[in-house]
């Protein structure tokens, strides 16, 4: 069976490594991205995927763009709440825009998307929902107190839907990727990137097809009796 599926911000970095990995897989995937129509044409013409824009910080929108990929492709099986952005500074720089729009978009993201796909899935007896947070929710990072918080917020939001899905067959679990080599990392400037790095044992950044396989174990039928964890996958950076 060829389950459809969403990833959301689902066109670069780790979300275009997840799409690809799932459409590897059979799954049919649909890849949701915000910005960027040039990059999503770019995509869908090198892989295949088709590619639909909404802003997932955006309820009304979530609503919609999840109805449009269901009549286009079939009811939603899977979605992967990969999207995220960051806007990093010291809280004293920090303001309120910086701070809403980090939760509107990660956290408000993964609570949008269930809304709009979580019901059928329970109707259906079957589900895959995939958060991906990060080891700075686990951890705290300094000039993160937004992004941290959301994406603390995102493992907490993981383990409450879980409870909720179990007994209709609907797994719900996240992923903590640690620092992985995408354009997100590549925007932390050079000289604090190499004091990361340097408390990385494996002593590398992770690349987006790591965290890919992850999100596809998850997804699995096979995954059934996982719900409610969450994968660390930071080349041994945090652990705990
Ligand atoms: N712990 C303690 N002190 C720190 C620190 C840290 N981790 N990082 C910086 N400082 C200190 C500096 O030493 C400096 O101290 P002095 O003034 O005494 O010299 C002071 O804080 C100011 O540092 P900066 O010059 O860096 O300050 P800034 O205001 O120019 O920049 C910042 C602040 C924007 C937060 C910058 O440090 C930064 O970008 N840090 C990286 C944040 C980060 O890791 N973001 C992750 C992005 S990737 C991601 O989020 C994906 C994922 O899930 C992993």
Same mark, same amino acid.
């Given at each position: 069976?060829?389950?459809?599926?969403?990833?959301?911000?689902?066109?670069?970095?780790? !979300?275009?490594? =997840?799409?690809?990995?799932?459409?590897?897989?059979?799954?049919?995937?649909?890849?949701?991205?915000?910005?960027?129509?040039?990059?999503?044409?770019?995509?869908?013409?090198?892989?295949?995927?088709?590619?639909?824009?909404?802003?997932?910080?955006?309820?009304?929108? #979530? /609503?919609?763009? #999840?109805?449009?990929?269901?009549?286009? /492709?079939?009811?939603? &099986?899977?979605?992967?709440?990969?999207?995220?952005?960051?806007?990093?500074?010291?809280?004293?720089?920090?303001?309120? &825009?910086?701070?809403?729009?980090?939760?509107? =978009?990660?956290?408000? !993201? #993964?609570?949008?998307?269930?809304? +709009?796909?979580?019901? !059928?899935?329970?109707?259906? @007896?079957?589900?895959?929902?995939?958060?991906?947070?990060?080891?700075?929710?686990?951890?705290?990072?300094?000039?993160?107190?937004?992004?941290?918080?959301?994406? %603390? @917020?995102?493992?907490?939001?993981?383990? $409450?839907?879980?409870?909720?899905?179990?007994?209709?067959?609907?797994?719900?679990?996240?992923? +903590?990727?640690?620092? =992985?080599?995408?354009?997100?990392?590549? *925007?932390?400037?050079?000289?604090?990137?190499?004091?990361?790095? $340097?408390?990385?044992?494996?002593?590398?950044? !992770?690349?987006? @097809?790591? =965290?890919?396989?992850?999100?596809?174990?998850? #997804? %699995?039928?096979? *995954?059934?009796?996982?719900?409610?964890?969450?994968? %660390?996958?930071?080349? @041994?950076?945090?652990?705990?």
């Amino acid at each position: 069976m060829s389950r459809v599926t969403i990833v959301t911000g689902g066109t670069r970095g780790i !979300g275009e490594a =997840i799409s690809l990995a799932l459409r590897d897989l059979g799954y049919t995937v649909a890849a949701n991205y915000a910005g960027n129509d040039e990059k999503a044409k770019a995509f869908t013409d090198r892989t295949g995927i088709k590619a639909y824009k909404w802003d997932v910080g955006d309820h009304e929108a #979530c /609503l919609a763009g #999840c109805a449009q990929v269901a009549a286009d /492709l079939g009811p939603i &099986d899977v979605i992967v709440n990969n999207a995220g952005i960051t806007r990093d500074g010291v809280l004293a720089r920090m303001s309120f &825009d910086d701070w809403n729009e980090v939760m509107r =978009i990660n956290l408000g !993201g #993964c609570f949008n998307m269930a809304k +709009a796909t979580f019901g !059928g899935m329970r109707e259906r @007896g079957w589900g895959r929902i995939v958060n991906i947070g990060s080891i700075n929710g686990q951890a705290g990072q300094y000039g993160q107190v937004n992004y941290a918080a959301a994406k %603390s @917020g995102i493992h907490g939001f993981t383990k $409450a839907l879980a409870q909720e899905g179990a007994k209709y067959g609907v797994t719900v679990n996240a992923i +903590a990727p640690g620092y =992985i080599d995408t354009d997100m990392v590549a *925007a932390v400037p050079p000289q604090v990137l190499e004091k990361i790095v $340097a408390r990385i044992p494996v002593g590398r950044l !992770g690349q987006a @097809g790591e =965290i890919a396989r992850g999100v596809a174990f998850l #997804c %699995s039928e096979e *995954a059934g009796f996982v719900t409610g964890s969450t994968l %660390s996958i930071n080349g @041994g950076q945090h652990m705990y």
